[in-house]
């Protein structure tokens, strides 16, 4: 039997794992899921353990995944590396921030905008264009390994469409027009309330996590000052709550912090 800190009575204790259903909040919506727990011997409490509060939240995120058709963690993952590029690096691409891929790729949940654009990704002709857009955010490593990678596709592509009927094939749109319809479509998607919900949720979830770690602070800890479970705060970490404003201070009050809310009109704003 493996022992473990209990952070309620502070011992190294022995545990049992129950199973009994457990209920969260998902972006807005509650999904109960059968939660494997453990639970402290000596005083019977709730013992946070990663490997299992994981297992559980991917319990959820996958009803919820079903629910709303979002890609799975393994198919962004297969859309990223079809491309050689890295977590951050694809991010950049993307012009998301440098752990928002990690954090999906690891089985955070991407709000329904994120979704889309990844679903754009798919594409080598959008990725191609965003790679003449946003060239100046990759390493010149990065940007051959990516050339490579699509030009690689594109015979691939090619080689398929000729094994078909080439003669059927009309061709799509000239590359202005693509371009054009495509950067209407990302804007569209930067200026959706989900979309800058997602970027500000990001800011949360880092902020929480820096401060965690400034204050020495783990996830049980956390929870017990907020008095909530081990695994309710593994579900704040994972972004996949809509964090409301008393969320947001019971957090900063918990992490012995101000919390300050800001209002930055458009053009102040860095790019
Ligand atoms: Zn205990």
Redesign the pocket.
């Given at each position: 039997m493996h022992k473990t800190l209990?952070p309620?009575?502070m011992?190294m204790?022995e545990y049992d794992v129950v199973e009994r259903p457990d209920t969260f909040e998902v972006r807005g919506e509650q999904i109960t899921v059968d939660a494997r727990v453990a639970v402290?011997r000596?005083?019977g409490?709730d013992i946070g353990l990663g490997e299992l509060d994981d297992a559980t939240f991917r319990a959820a995120y996958a009803i919820y995944r079903a629910r709303h058709d979002l890609l799975s963690p393994e198919q962004i993952k297969a859309i990223r590396t079809k491309y050689g590029l890295g977590q951050k690096a694809f991010a950049r691409l993307l012009g998301w921030g440098d752990v928002t891929l990690a954090r999906y790729e690891s089985g955070s949940l991407q709000s329904a905008s994120h979704d889309q654009a990844l679903r754009l990704a798919e594409d080598p002709d959008t990725v191609r264009k965003l790679m003449e857009r946003n060239a100046s955010r990759l390493s010149p490593t990065q940007l051959a390994e990516l050339r490579s990678h699509l030009d690689q596709l594109s015979a691939d592509q090619e080689g398929i469409l000729a094994r078909e009927d080439a003669s059927s094939y009309e061709t799509g749109p000239s590359a202005d027009d693509g371009y054009s319809e495509l950067r209407q479509r990302i804007a569209s998607l930067r200026d959706t309330a989900d979309y800058r919900t997602e970027e500000a949720i990001d800011l949360v979830t880092e902020t929480m996590a820096k401060q965690m770690q400034a204050l020495g602070l783990g996830r049980s800890e956390l929870a017990t000052r907020m008095g909530v479970s081990p695994a309710q705060v593994t579900n704040l970490l994972r972004g996949s709550n809509n964090f409301t404003v008393r969320t947001l201070s019971e957090i900063a009050m918990a992490l012995e912090c101000d919390l300050v809310i800001d209002l930055v009109p458009h053009e102040d704003r860095p790019e």
């Amino acid at each position: 039997m493996h022992k473990t800190l209990c952070p309620e009575c502070m011992q190294m204790t022995e545990y049992d794992v129950v199973e009994r259903p457990d209920t969260f909040e998902v972006r807005g919506e509650q999904i109960t899921v059968d939660a494997r727990v453990a639970v402290c011997r000596t005083c019977g409490e709730d013992i946070g353990l990663g490997e299992l509060d994981d297992a559980t939240f991917r319990a959820a995120y996958a009803i919820y995944r079903a629910r709303h058709d979002l890609l799975s963690p393994e198919q962004i993952k297969a859309i990223r590396t079809k491309y050689g590029l890295g977590q951050k690096a694809f991010a950049r691409l993307l012009g998301w921030g440098d752990v928002t891929l990690a954090r999906y790729e690891s089985g955070s949940l991407q709000s329904a905008s994120h979704d889309q654009a990844l679903r754009l990704a798919e594409d080598p002709d959008t990725v191609r264009k965003l790679m003449e857009r946003n060239a100046s955010r990759l390493s010149p490593t990065q940007l051959a390994e990516l050339r490579s990678h699509l030009d690689q596709l594109s015979a691939d592509q090619e080689g398929i469409l000729a094994r078909e009927d080439a003669s059927s094939y009309e061709t799509g749109p000239s590359a202005d027009d693509g371009y054009s319809e495509l950067r209407q479509r990302i804007a569209s998607l930067r200026d959706t309330a989900d979309y800058r919900t997602e970027e500000a949720i990001d800011l949360v979830t880092e902020t929480m996590a820096k401060q965690m770690q400034a204050l020495g602070l783990g996830r049980s800890e956390l929870a017990t000052r907020m008095g909530v479970s081990p695994a309710q705060v593994t579900n704040l970490l994972r972004g996949s709550n809509n964090f409301t404003v008393r969320t947001l201070s019971e957090i900063a009050m918990a992490l012995e912090c101000d919390l300050v809310i800001d209002l930055v009109p458009h053009e102040d704003r860095p790019e």
